[in-house]
């Protein structure tokens, strides 16, 4: 749920962390990259969230101007999420995030069959 104090603030870091600023968002736009995927690739790709909090966040970053869900008129019906502009443009920021943290953490690394979302095709 997003915090309307965060997002209604005066400071432009501040605003941004409201949108983007819970656990899911980044991990679902790092997911989606360039690719344009169907809820149930998303739900069995992003690891330890649950349906209901999936739809939440997909609503919010729709609602944000960072994803686009195009939904067809199709029998079963169908939706397609992707990153809007404003989504491809925070890859870069993930990227830089990443490296940050490769350079720096101390944990240990788990395996990489640990993360799905590692094994997907690039486009």
Same mark, same amino acid.
């Given at each position: 749920?997003?915090?309307?104090?965060?997002?209604?603030s005066?400071c432009?870091?501040?605003?941004?962390?409201?949108?983007?600023?819970?656990?899911?968002?980044?991990?679902i736009?790092? !997911?989606?990259?360039?690719?344009?995927?169907?809820?149930g690739?998303?739900?069995? $790709?992003?690891? &330890? =969230?649950?349906?209901?909090? *999936?739809?939440?966040?997909?609503?919010?970053?729709?609602?944000?101007g960072?994803l686009e869900?195009?939904?067809?008129?199709?029998?079963?019906?169908? !939706?397609?999420?992707?990153?809007?502009?404003?989504?491809?443009?925070?890859?870069? $920021?993930?990227e &830089? =995030?990443?490296?940050?943290? *490769?350079?720096?953490?101390?944990?240990?690394?788990?395996?990489?069959?640990?993360?799905?979302?590692?094994?997907?095709?690039?486009?």
């Open positions: 749920m997003k915090d309307d104090r965060f997002c209604n005066n432009p870091f501040t605003r941004a962390i409201g949108t983007i600023g819970n656990k899911w968002k980044p991990i736009i790092n !997911v989606l990259g360039t690719r344009t995927m169907r809820f690739q998303l739900d069995a $790709i992003v690891p &330890h =969230i649950s349906r209901k909090v *999936l739809t939440e966040q997909l609503k919010e970053l729709e609602e944000d960072l869900r195009l939904a067809f008129k199709e029998l079963p019906p169908r !939706v397609d999420y992707k990153l809007s502009e404003k989504g491809l443009a925070f890859l870069p $920021i993930l &830089h =995030i990443k490296e940050w943290n *490769l350079k720096y953490e101390v944990a240990t690394i788990p395996k990489e069959t640990d993360y799905q979302w590692s094994k997907l095709p690039t486009d």
